[in-house]
């Protein structure tokens, strides 16, 4: 089926993650102290490689595999949702320990526990759906 | 019989990575996600489960065209079962640890968590349903989950979608967010956490 594609790349990015310890709640931890070089080796070779790769497909024009051109689109330049909603953000990546790939990738690997946190997360989002006109962007 | 080829390829996988591992087999993943016409990011999710249970009658961000995105749920799926591999069949000679720095071991001792070097698990014992009933679990689970819900849909972004896909782009906005990801966190461990873990 031409969907079950897309649960072998996530197959992938759940092994990868756990196998790197970038799951981790210590590895977290860890980064946020400055205590070991782990969490942004991979965070800057992953980006490194990404910076490569997106100049070859964008001055190739290479094409999908359902043959159009591989987009990227531009995010919105207005500042303050970026600084005020990644703040937020890393205030919870902190706490938890975890970010929301990690956090499917745990729940699979049997921390059922984690089902809380998804709801939660899922909570935060409809509320910021419904309060996104009153927040500054 | 299992040709041994096989076995070594398992041995192989199921030691602890290296970032210069991890890290590239992130930005493959992004490739192969822009392969196939997708923009890899894990926290949009979110948005499609509050959709598809309906939140599109509360507020207008969540009627859109939720089904076309059920390729990212799958994805999300893939990474639990990834997760359940790993935790499984992919396991080290010394079981699941977090091979964190000595320093690290130092710190988590000041917050009271007695773990000596070389035996920090990978999970921590909070992750648990127990935990639940501590005030700490409360924090970490639930509070810790609304904030990165919230706070990704905010930035319009998590880790996977600002800090991998959106810098790999050269997108200041995503460079800004992952500042401010940083600057979150650097407050949370610096400032907040000894009240809560204390």
Redesign the interface.
Known sequence: MK???????????????????????????????F?????????????????I??QI?KRNHLK???G?E?Q??????T?P?????????????????????P????????????I???????????????L?KK?PH | MVPQFLLDLKDW???????????????????????????FG??A???V??AA?G?GE??D??KFDWSSQ???L???????????????Y?IPNDGDL????V??VA??QKLGMDYQVGQ?????EF???E??FTLQGI??????????????????G???G?????????????M???????????????F??PL?FK
């Open positions: 969907m079950s594609r897309f649960i072998f790349v996530g197959i992938l990015f759940g092994i990868t993650l756990y196998k790197s310890e970038a799951v981790s709640w210590f590895r977290i931890y860890e980064m946020f102290n205590q070991s070089f782990h969490m942004y080796g991979i965070i800057l070779s992953a980006i490194a490689a990404g910076i790769g997106v497909i999908s595999i359902e159009e591989i990227f689109h531009d995010k919105d330049k500042y949702r970026y600084i005020l909603g990644g703040f937020i953000f890393g205030l919870g990546w902190a706490l938890a320990g975890v970010c929301p790939g956090m499917f990738i745990l729940l699979g690997s049997g921390y059922t526990v984690l809380v946190f998804l709801a939660s997360a899922m909570l935060g989002t409809f509320v910021y759906g419904l996104r927040l | 996988i199921s030691q602890p990575w290296p970032w210069y591992v991890g890290g590239p087999m992130i930005a493959i993943i992004m490739f192969i996600l822009l392969w196939f016409g997708r923009e894990i926290s999710n979110f948005r489960m509050c249970d939140a509360f507020a961000f969540f059920g390729w990212n799958l994805v999300a799926l893939g990474a639990m079962f990834g997760g359940y591999l790993a935790s499984h992919f977090a091979h964190v720095s320093a690290t710190s988590l920090v698990p990978l999970v921590p992750y648990s349903w935990a639940l924090l970490v689970i639930v509070v810790g989950g609304f904030l990165v819900g919230f706070g990704a849909r905010y930035a319009g998590c880790t996977s600002h800090a991998i896909s959106g810098i790999s782009a050269l997108q200041l906005p995503s800004v967010a992952v500042a401010g990801f940083f600057m979150g966190g650097l407050v949370m461990i610096h907040l956490y809560i």
